[in-house]
């Protein structure tokens, strides 16, 4: 393995906020229908819920891999069925590190990376710290610009 490689997994910041919102509307939801007297169904259900989707939300997280090497790049992901995408760092075209609204607040970002004859991108690391985040791209930055080096001093007739 290179010298350079890092791993990497998806953050929980999202699933947490979800969970804490549907525990508040949970809460709320039982105390308005207390004076319906349905006892304690309801939220021993929505606790149960919650758990199954924190539960849920760990297992997606724990089944996730994202590689960042001085080779290639790799996401893996799948509980069941795997799906890993992968590519070498010399076939990457473009990169970028991307921020939805509720990823900027949450300070989390995806960075999607394009390669070679591809419709849009093909590896996309979703959902990952904003420092992680920016790690991968001067990763990317520093790797494609020291293959363009190697291309111009090739292409000049030098050796490497």
Known sequence: MSKNTFRFKPSLRRAYLFGILFLIAAVNGFYRLQE???????????????VVFLLYAHLVRLCTAYTVSDEFVEARSGILARKGNRAAISRITDFA???SLLQRILGLASVEMSTAGGD????IFHDISRGVAKKVVSTLTELTAQLDARERAVGNGNPR
């Open 97 to 99: 590190a991307n921020q």
């Open 36 to 50: 319906f007297d349905l006892g304690y169904n309801i939220p021993v259900a929505s606790v149960g819920l919650l």
């Open 120 to 123: 849009g991108p093909e590896i």
